[in-house]
């Protein structure tokens, strides 16, 4: 059947194109406020794998979110679509699996979607059926449909596919979306995916016009004790045990709550909970619960936010939310409530906050959301849990791994404890993440694994990991740009960020002049850096490859020439700021304003190296090779070139001494040595200093101007 015939060339916005060979879908973002606005539709959110498919009437590819070709893992849908199209079509949708009741299950779709060998493929067609729930076209029939408006491209597609058995076009709600909201949380669905009907499809982008709100449930219980506390929360409790009553009156244990606490509602619990202590469990079955408790008659009743109910009955990432005078503890009924919409966002925040300047809250803010994950993490139980970030579940496991044996007086590191850092400073790391593409270091067993660089990955990824194709597509690369893609990669053995100077989001800060002017047409991934770097370290012949040698008169060195640096660099009228990287050296960075590409700012970088290492050429150089076989300082400005990687600021480092890169008032500089700062003492700092480096992007240099003096010869 011909475009015409069909409609599509008449559609607003659609455009003559060849249907592509690789796509990136557009993504989901969460909501910042309310989900219910008029001239939007609901979907269900299905738990499953984002999945393309290029389907022409004589073949059916496949995609992953990654555009990998997955084509081979489900023949059956393979098979099935080239029959129900009417035209060449790329459509986007999601396949899915069902549990024993008959709804969505990512845990059973995650049984086939490793596997490669036809036989275990083939068993896995009748064991595990799957189905493909459509939800847009992006292009029919010779026509791009990615500019037309959400409306019409729904209504081309009911046009361009027909149904099966496992191939489906996904309902949706209109205008209700409270009703959307519950009618898809009862029917076993993780929540809805809101999309404004006017939308254009943006690919690859995690755009505002799709929104998806996950569930969340709402439920009182009786404190039936509580855990003791460990490190900052000695004083005080880990976790509270929780329970209801049944049918028959008896105190059934529901699990434990240890997240949603800041430190106020500590003391509030504690003087809530000291006169309340007996010596007997209140529980009709003792928890089995491996740490010291304390038992407490039943008399306390809270709310709590859950994701659902484990199998053995238990709370699924519970958060504490506020206590219940109102309720009598005879009246907790064990019982399953309606699941209510939470923003995903919300976090729990003191009263004694309200009255902060703005900046001062937006710090605490982010101090307290991270506390409240790292507890989260330390209030788990055994090897594994499952982490609820902003509605994403990340499962963490191995978590009594020992990633960090004991040395000097640095005490052993566990995998718990590694992702308890990370969550510590997750706010002040994705800072500095956001947006970039990423080299990362890994080392799944720690200090005594193998350890290895990584861009890419081959194995699937959750749909909160982004990532982006570079290079027009050739290159794809990692990014890390929220809290759940944080605690993936570090379950995932990555112990190091390394991140570009450059976002991909976004073009020239210039809207106009001669530089920017003349690059209209350049591909602007990457092309125009946040920032003008200098990498000051000492080489030492002792060192390899995984060998760091700490010596202070080599560091005190490069503090020396660090010093020099600042001064041509105030000289220059530059702001510069300090950080350790976490080993030998120093990294100096000046934010600049993204008008000059990559290549020109390291001209730069060069010009000004040159200037200072020509004031001191017995103990400067900008030639490693020279670096390494002298007492001399390496100023390395190679870091400024495009695909070039720095460790980023509050980053660990995979070295025995357990150091992190850390942000530098200059007036520390030569004071405080980089192993005196650990993944132990850097939570602390932060909550002391906040983050120095918070307002770099208000003193952007324009370096254009100092080019074009160079150029000229001024």
């Given at each position: 059947m011909?475009?015409?015939?069909?409609?599509?060339?008449g559609?607003a916005g659609?455009r003559?194109?060849?249907?592509?060979?690789?796509?990136?879908?557009?993504l989901?973002?969460?909501p910042?406020?309310d989900?219910?606005?008029p001239?939007w539709?609901?979907?269900p959110?299905?738990?499953?794998?984002r999945?393309?498919?290029?389907?022409t009437r004589?073949a059916?590819?496949?995609?992953s979110r990654?555009?990998?070709?997955?084509t081979?893992q489900?023949?059956s849908l393979?098979?099935?679509?080239?029959?129900?199209?009417?035209?060449?079509?790329?459509l986007?949708?999601?396949?899915v699996?069902?549990?024993?009741?008959?709804?969505?299950?990512?845990?059973?779709l995650?049984?086939?979607?490793?596997?490669?060998?036809a036989?275990?493929?083939?068993?896995?067609?009748?064991?595990?059926?799957?189905?493909?729930?459509?939800?847009?076209?992006?292009y029919?029939?010779?026509?791009?449909?990615?500019?037309a408006?959400?409306?019409d491209?729904k209504?081309?597609l009911?046009k361009?596919?027909?149904?099966?058995?496992?191939v489906n076009?996904?309902?949706f709600?209109k205008d209700?979306g409270m009703?959307?909201?519950q009618a898809?949380?009862?029917?076993?669905?993780?929540?809805?995916v809101a999309?404004?009907?006017?939308?254009i499809?943006e690919?690859g982008?995690?755009s505002p016009?799709?929104?998806k709100?996950?569930a969340?449930?709402t439920d009182?219980?009786v404190?039936?004790?509580?855990?003791?506390g460990?490190?900052?929360r000695?004083?005080?409790?880990?976790?509270?045990?929780l329970g209801s009553?049944?049918?028959?009156?008896?105190f059934?244990?529901?699990?434990s709550?240890?997240t949603?606490?800041d430190?106020?509602?500590?003391?509030?619990?504690?003087r809530?909970?000291?006169?309340?202590?007996?010596?007997?469990?209140?529980?009709?079955?003792?928890?089995?619960?491996?740490?010291?408790?304390?038992?407490?008659?039943?008399?306390?009743?809270v709310?709590?936010?859950f994701?659902?109910?484990?199998?053995d009955?238990?709370?699924?990432?519970p958060?504490?939310l506020r206590?219940?005078?109102?309720?009598?503890p005879q009246?907790?009924?064990l019982?399953?409530?309606g699941p209510e919409?939470?923003a995903p966002q919300?976090?729990?925040?003191?009263d004694k906050?309200s009255?902060?300047?703005?900046?001062?809250k937006?710090?605490h803010?982010?101090?307290?959301s991270?506390g409240?994950?790292?507890a989260q993490?330390?209030?788990?139980?055994?090897?594994?849990?499952?982490?609820?970030?902003?509605?994403?579940?990340?499962?963490l496991?191995?978590?009594?791994?020992?990633?960090?044996?004991?040395?000097?007086?640095?005490?052993?590191?566990?995998?718990?404890?590694f992702?308890i850092y990370?969550?510590?400073?997750?706010?002040?790391?994705?800072h500095y993440?956001?947006?970039r593409?990423l080299?990362?270091?890994r080392?799944?067993?720690?200090?005594?694994?193998?350890?290895?660089?990584?861009?890419?990955w081959?194995f699937?990824?959750?749909?909160?990991?982004?990532?982006?194709f570079?290079n027009?597509?050739?290159?794809e690369?990692?990014m890390?740009?929220n809290?759940?893609?944080?605690l993936?990669?570090?379950?995932?053995?990555?112990m190091?960020y390394?991140?570009?100077?450059?976002?991909?989001?976004g073009e020239?800060?210039?809207?106009?002049?001669t530089?920017a002017?003349?690059?209209?047409?350049?591909?602007?991934k990457?092309?125009?850096?946040?920032?003008?770097?200098?990498?000051?370290d000492?080489?030492?012949?002792?060192?390899?490859?995984?060998?760091?040698?700490?010596?202070k008169d080599s560091?005190?060195r490069?503090?020396?020439?660090?010093?020099?640096?600042?001064e041509?660099?105030?000289?220059?009228?530059?702001k510069?700021?300090l950080?350790t990287?976490g080993?030998?050296?120093l990294h100096?960075?000046?934010?600049?304003v993204?008008t000059?590409l990559?290549?020109?700012?390291r001209?730069l970088?060069e010009?000004?190296?040159r200037?200072?290492a020509?004031?001191?050429k017995?103990?400067i150089?900008l030639?490693?090779?020279s670096?390494?076989?002298?007492?001399k300082v390496?100023?390395?400005?190679?870091?400024?070139?495009?695909?070039?990687?720095?460790?980023a600021?509050?980053?660990p480092?995979?070295?025995?001494e357990?150091t992190?890169?850390m942000?530098?008032q200059?007036?520390?500089?030569?004071?405080?040595y980089?192993?005196?700062?650990?993944m132990?003492s850097?939570p602390?700092?932060?909550?002391?200093?906040?983050d120095?480096?918070a307002?770099?992007f208000?003193?952007k240099?324009?370096l254009e101007d100092?080019?074009?003096r160079?150029?000229r010869?001024i």
């Amino acid at each position: 059947m011909s475009a015409d015939l069909l409609g599509i060339a008449g559609v607003a916005g659609a455009r003559r194109r060849t249907l592509p060979a690789k796509f990136v879908p557009m993504l989901a973002a969460l909501p910042e406020a309310d989900f219910l606005r008029p001239g939007w539709i609901y979907e269900p959110k299905m738990d499953g794998m984002r999945a393309l498919s290029l389907v022409t009437r004589e073949a059916c590819t496949l995609l992953s979110r990654r555009a990998l070709d997955i084509t081979h893992q489900y023949p059956s849908l393979a098979r099935a679509l080239p029959d129900m199209v009417a035209c060449d079509v790329l459509l986007d949708g999601e396949i899915v699996a069902l549990n024993e009741q008959g709804r969505p299950s990512f845990q059973h779709l995650q049984q086939r979607i490793n596997l490669i060998h036809a036989p275990d493929i083939i068993r896995a067609e009748t064991a595990i059926p799957v189905y493909y729930f459509v939800f847009d076209v992006l292009y029919a029939d010779g026509f791009d449909l990615c500019g037309a408006k959400l409306a019409d491209r729904k209504a081309v597609l009911a046009k361009v596919l027909t149904s099966s058995h496992n191939v489906n076009i996904l309902s949706f709600f209109k205008d209700d979306g409270m009703a959307a909201y519950q009618a898809c949380v009862e029917n076993g669905f993780e929540g809805i995916v809101a999309k404004r009907l006017d939308s254009i499809y943006e690919p690859g982008r995690r755009s505002p016009d799709w929104i998806k709100v996950k569930a969340q449930q709402t439920d009182e219980f009786v404190v039936g004790g509580f855990t003791q506390g460990q490190g900052s929360r000695a004083s005080a409790f880990g976790a509270l045990l929780l329970g209801s009553y049944d049918q028959s009156g008896h105190f059934i244990y529901c699990g434990s709550v240890g997240t949603g606490f800041d430190e106020r509602l500590l003391r509030e619990t504690m003087r809530r909970v000291e006169p309340l202590k007996q010596a007997k469990h209140p529980f009709l079955k003792r928890p089995d619960e491996k740490k010291i408790v304390t038992w407490l008659k039943p008399q306390v009743v809270v709310e709590v936010k859950f994701m659902d109910w484990t199998r053995d009955f238990h709370l699924r990432t519970p958060v504490f939310l506020r206590f219940r005078d109102d309720k009598d503890p005879q009246e907790v009924k064990l019982q399953r409530r309606g699941p209510e919409p939470v923003a995903p966002q919300s976090i729990v925040i003191a009263d004694k906050m309200s009255s902060l300047p703005a900046p001062e809250k937006k710090a605490h803010e982010h101090l307290s959301s991270a506390g409240d994950l790292a507890a989260q993490i330390a209030a788990s139980k055994g090897d594994k849990a499952d982490i609820i970030v902003e509605g994403d579940t990340v499962q963490l496991s191995h978590l009594d791994k020992i990633m960090w044996m004991n040395h000097g007086d640095l005490s052993k590191l566990t995998k718990r404890e590694f992702l308890i850092y990370i969550a510590s400073v997750s706010p002040f790391l994705l800072h500095y993440l956001k947006d970039r593409p990423l080299s990362v270091v890994r080392s799944p067993d720690g200090m005594k694994g193998k350890r290895f660089y990584q861009k890419h990955w081959n194995f699937p990824v959750p749909d909160f990991v982004e990532t982006i194709f570079l290079n027009d597509g050739a290159d794809e690369a990692a990014m890390c740009n929220n809290v759940a893609s944080l605690l993936w990669y570090a379950q995932h053995g990555v112990m190091e960020y390394h991140v570009w100077l450059s976002r991909i989001e976004g073009e020239s800060d210039a809207h106009g002049g001669t530089l920017a002017g003349a690059r209209e047409n350049q591909d602007s991934k990457g092309d125009y850096p946040d920032f003008l770097v200098f990498d000051v370290d000492c080489h030492s012949s002792e060192e390899g490859k995984d060998n760091r040698v700490y010596k202070k008169d080599s560091y005190l060195r490069a503090c020396e020439a660090a010093h020099w640096l600042k001064e041509a660099l105030v000289s220059a009228r530059l702001k510069p700021y300090l950080k350790t990287s976490g080993r030998n050296g120093l990294h100096v960075f000046v934010p600049i304003v993204r008008t000059l590409l990559h290549d020109e700012v390291r001209v730069l970088a060069e010009t000004i190296s040159r200037f200072v290492a020509g004031q001191h050429k017995d103990k400067i150089t900008l030639d490693a090779l020279s670096a390494k076989h002298s007492d001399k300082v390496l100023l390395d400005c190679s870091p400024n070139c495009k695909g070039k990687t720095l460790i980023a600021p509050y980053s660990p480092r995979l070295v025995q001494e357990q150091t992190v890169s850390m942000p530098l008032q200059w007036q520390e500089l030569g004071a405080i040595y980089p192993i005196d700062i650990t993944m132990s003492s850097a939570p602390d700092r932060l909550r002391k200093l906040g983050d120095l480096w918070a307002d770099c992007f208000e003193h952007k240099s324009h370096l254009e101007d100092m080019l074009q003096r160079k150029n000229r010869g001024i």
